[in-house]
């Protein structure tokens, strides 16, 4: 994959994300258990793809990867 493939994975990752925020806030009237699922399962699969991108990718950067897809976190298990 390229750098190119990489940040577009991460557009689409943060795009769904905000709509399952927009989900939350208009269906589940801002529900805080809900939202706290989607973070959950963002987070998961954000973490995923990275342990699967430096597999594939010797150069894969984790720190330009969590920028991209906004998050702080820098420690992927």
Not at 19 to 36: S, V
């Amino acid at each position: 994959m390229t750098r190119k493939d990489y940040e577009a994975t991460a557009r689409a990752l943060r795009e769904a994300a905000a709509l399952a925020y927009q989900y939350a806030d208009n269906f589940r009237e801002g529900d805080y258990a809900y939202r706290q699922g989607i973070e959950c399962a963002y987070e998961e699969v954000v973490c995923a793809l990275a342990r699967m991108f430096s597999d594939d990718n010797p150069r894969f950067s984790l720190e330009r990867w969590l920028a991209a897809t906004g998050r702080a976190q820098k420690e992927v298990a």
